[in-house]
């Protein structure tokens, strides 16, 4: 399953950068993309293993590039590899508070650095890309965490504003595209399409989340859950019931709503 996997994500890369500037997800292209998606549910007792870096490679494909019709190979490469990167809580927080605590990564952290000397980065380019990243992933993935209500000053409530992030991320983004080492690092055109449509792939990130990392495909699911128990009906194997059932309680199906399904073990399989 490993090399499979990861193979057949390549293949999808592959066919998307050679059709650079133009989208080419067509109807078998699409079938694979969920076909491999759908895997990870085929059997709900197992725990798939498969290359990380390959998984969320796949996710950004069906989000960015099925579903959004995006037609930049690098872009998409560039954010499954923010996705990978940032599984490590340090790329998340790079500054470190008293007792050495994480904490948040704000715009002010890089204002210092640029005038006090950079430590924690190696130069403006790096520095200002790192913060465009950090911001893309909080607002993609925790786009519920600025829902939250906070205390601020005086021990009043206040709602965090994502148009913080968004507005310095483009910044940052932009800043480092104008950097002389993009060019160098030949990421020029991909920095300033992640500044000009930050929105954009900050909402293709939230379907990642809501669907896949933070949330499930219910959808999907709900297939899974239908397709198990019509085959405990063709067969009358019990394995297939108990699937269903486990794919059921993912959707919190209410037993008396399909009442067929929860029925005692010795239920005979309908034919």
């Not at 498969?50 to 560039?78: C, G, M, N, W």
């Not at 790079?94 to 190696?122: A, D, K, N, T």
């Not at 019931?241 to 005979?268: I, W």
Request: glycine share 4%.
């Amino acid at each position: 399953m490993l090399s499979s996997f990861a193979q057949a994500v390549e293949e999808l890369e592959a066919h998307i950068r050679r059709h650079q500037g133009r989208n080419a997800a067509d109807w078998a292209f699409r079938r694979r993309v969920d076909q491999l998606i759908s895997s990870f549910y085929d059997d709900i007792d197992i725990i798939v293993q498969v290359p990380l870096r390959s998984l969320f490679h796949l996710l950004v494909i069906k989000a960015l590039y099925v579903d959004r019709a995006s037609t930049d190979a690098e872009v998409i490469q560039y954010l499954g590899d923010m996705l990978t990167r940032y599984l490590y809580s340090r790329e998340l927080f790079p500054f470190l508070g008293p007792r050495g605590r994480p904490r948040p990564f704000y715009f002010s952290h890089l204002l210092e650095e640029m005038e006090q000397g950079f430590r924690r980065f190696q130069n403006l380019f790096e520095a200002c890309r790192r913060y465009g990243d950090h911001a893309l992933f909080l607002t993609g993935i925790f786009p519920q965490s600025f829902r939250r209500r906070r205390p601020g000053r005086l021990g009043l409530p206040w709602t965090i504003d994502p148009s913080y992030y968004i507005t310095t991320g483009k910044a940052c983004y932009r800043m480092a595209a104008e950097h002389q080492l993009a060019e160098v690092t030949q990421m020029r055109p991909v920095l300033q399409k992640l500044s000009r449509h930050f929105e954009v792939y900050m909402a293709a990130l939230n379907d990642i989340s809501d669907r896949y990392i933070m949330g499930l495909d219910l959808n999907l699911i709900a297939d899974k859950m239908l397709d198990a128990f019509n085959q405990w009906r063709r067969t009358g194997q019990e394995r297939y019931l108990e699937q269903a059932r486990r794919y059921a309680a993912l959707l919190k199906v209410d037993p008396s709503r399909f009442p067929a399904l929860f029925q005692g073990r010795h239920f005979r399989a309908l034919n």
